[in-house]
């Protein structure tokens, strides 16, 4: 869970797509960019009229990213991730949007997926914060108690 210490492991396809897929969600500068073809539809979710517009590229699942019409702000994300079973769905859904120095951000986030659905409420964001290089170090090995 996201407020347990993650075990280091080298991401390598379905796991490294996923991650850079929400990098490019929460940093969407160069989304336009990241998928080869596109297509736009629209629907509702929760009786809001919503655009889908859906991104793929050669020999990945594509992804849906639903906006809403009215304020234009991500409202869902789907993704899809290749198992031996068949693709199996992630949805993200995301809502309080608030002004973070000048940048609408989601405060709340739910990520519902087939054995389990994660709900995150920020209550604040700070940017530009300074961070201490060390942080970014690889830490050292766990050692056994």
Known sequence: ??????????LTSGNLDRYRLEALVAFPAAIKQ??????????AIDDRPVQIVQGTNP?????????DTKSGMLVRLVRWNDTPVGPVPTEINYNDYRDVAGVKMPFTWTVSQTYMQMTVKLNGIRPNVPVDAAKFSKPAPATKR
């Open 59 to 67: 020999g990945l699942l594509p992804v849906n990213l639903y906006f």
């Open 1 to 10: 869970g996201p407020d347990a210490p993650a075990p280091l492991e080298t």
């Open 34 to 43: 990241a998928f080869a073809r596109w297509k736009v539809g629209r629907t």
